[in-house]
């Protein structure tokens, strides 16, 4: 029982249709799918610089505003990403501030945290408890008491 593809080279599975090739074609790509290449990373290149560009400028885009300058410095490579990622993201946000340590931890030595809005608190004038009548006396001194 012939099914009639004598004169054909082989056939293939497209999907779930037959595929039937002749033999004067000549396959240029696979008719299945193959899964995406993995990246292999030259010796030349550094891991980060074989990453696709768009990648690469999502990476950047985390990067603190300071640190820009420097990564232009990097290569070609880093430097086109981190130019994009300054047109696209570094242009519309606002650089964060430099966060500071503290150098004792909050309970030592009577420390307090303060509420936040609360008023200040300043310290009170040590000259308002004191008589002030010498310190006015030596201000406002008439001339004609230092003549005698």
Known sequence: MALGFEGYSYTTALGRKRVVLLHNVEVLS??????????TFDSETSPLEALPLEILV??????????????????????????????????????????????????????????????????????????LSSITMALFASPNKEDQ
Not at 30 to 39: D, H
């Open 58 to 131: 999502k990476v950047l885009c985390g990067v603190d505003h300071e640190d820009l300058e420097q990564l232009v410095r990097v290569s070609k490579t880093v430097r086109e990403a981190t130019e994009i990622a300054r047109q696209t993201n570094f242009e519309y946000r606002t650089p964060k501030k430099k966060t500071f340590s503290i150098s004792k931890p909050y309970g030592v030595e009577g420390e307090e945290i303060e509420a936040p809005n609360a008023p200040l608190r300043k310290p009170k004038s040590k000259l308002i408890g004191k008589n």
């Open 30 to 39: 696979p008719l299945k799918r193959t899964r995406s290449e993995k990246i």
